[in-house]
Structures are given as C-alpha cells and as structure tokens.
C-alpha cells in the first residue's frame, strides 16, 4: 500500500544533527500532532528529537502536560515511540483519503485504555493541579485519548499536511474558512519566495 511504503521508507544519514534539527515545533495544532512532531523527517532523514527520559520531560513541560513520578526509561520510550507512529499512520491515513491500519488503532485504543492522571484543586482553592504519583502509561493515554478525540471529533475532515514538500507536517486545520495550505507562516513565506524566485528566472 502507499501509505506502508511511505511509513518504511528509510534513508541513511550520515552527518551529526543540528541544533535547528533537534529544535521542537509546535505547528500541528493538536497534543497527539505534537508528538508527532518530535521524531524528525518521517520520510526522509528519520531522527528521534528526544534523545532521553530527561527530553521528553521538557518537552512534557514545554505543552503544559504533567511530569511523570519517574524519569522515562528506553522501554518508555520505545511505547511512546509505537502510540506516536500509530498517530502518524492514522494521519498519512486521513490525509491520503486511505483506510486506516487495524493496528495503528489497536495500538491508540491500547493506550488509550489506561487511566490518565488525576486532578485536583490546589490548597489555594483556585488553581488546578495534578495528583502525585503520575506513570508514563498515564501520560501516553492523555495522547491517545486526545487521537481519538482528533480523528473522530469535529477536526477529523480539518487534519491537513503541509504543502511543502520538504515540511510533510500533518497539522489541524482550526481557521474560519478551512482552507490552510500551510503549517506554518515560516513555511508559506518560503513557498512564495521559491516561486518568486522561478518567476525571476523566467523573466
């Protein structure tokens, strides 16, 4: 299928990665989105942005989630890894008009099924706080819930991919006439300065 041979495609990598490589971007709209940014390049170079247990929690900081009791270990990571590309499978599905993979499904709804952390008032009376004692699988479930909420929810005809063909960024639609071509300003700008450019050299 097309959307498998897009999910495999490997290409080797060589030179060391940049700091802009490993920069994080909020772009897509969405938490689960969000993960899915972190890994870099799904079909091109393919690099984990988080790099350790101590990454992915500031990265858990840095989009308002709790930070779990204990630092994540490889095993963690590995099923974070996994609930991220069901999320990029079920987008590359949505986007592409293709039906979705039995088990990028089974894998969201897996996670999914485990609590997520609970809240409470702060001793204040006025903030909201989360409860000790939060687990990795918790914090996954606040992503795989939140795919859920995505991909059957109000947004589910809005899940775009960016039109440059060197930012594949899958992002949600959110603008009043749903017509975002783009992820991001940055992107669109560069877009319009490439076809400038062709224009010039045409003149």
């Not at 079920?90 to 293709?98: A, D, E, I, W």
């Not at 909201?128 to 929810?153: K, N, P, T, V």
Request: hydrophobic share 35%; net charge positive; aromatic share 10%.
């Amino acid at each position: 299928m097309l959307r498998d041979a897009i999910l495999d495609n490997q290409c080797e990598y060589n030179p060391p990665l940049s700091e802009q490589d490993l920069k994080f971007n909020f772009r897509s709209g969405m938490p689960c989105l969000y993960l899915v940014e972190t890994f870099g390049e799904w079909t091109r170079r393919r690099y984990d942005r988080i790099l350790n247990g101590e990454v992915w929690n500031t990265w858990l900081k840095l989009i308002d989630f709790p930070t779990p009791t204990h630092t994540a270990t490889t095993k963690d990571l590995t099923k974070m890894a996994e609930l991220r590309r069901a999320i990029y499978g079920m987008g590359q599905s949505t986007v592409k008009n293709l039906p979705p993979l039995e088990t990028d499904i089974q894998v969201i709804n897996h996670f999914a099924s485990f609590p997520t952390p609970q809240i409470q008032l702060s001793k204040s009376g006025d903030q909201c706080e989360y409860s000790l004692g939060i687990s990795q699988e918790q914090i996954l479930s606040l992503f795989a819930r939140d795919a859920i909420q995505l991909f059957s929810g109000e947004f589910s005809n809005r899940i775009r991919e960016c039109k440059s063909h060197i930012c594949p960024v899958v992002f949600v639609d959110k603008s009043r006439r749903g017509d975002r071509q783009w992820c991001s300003t940055n992107c669109g700008a560069r877009h319009a300065t490439a076809k400038y450019r062709e224009k010039l050299k045409d003149c």
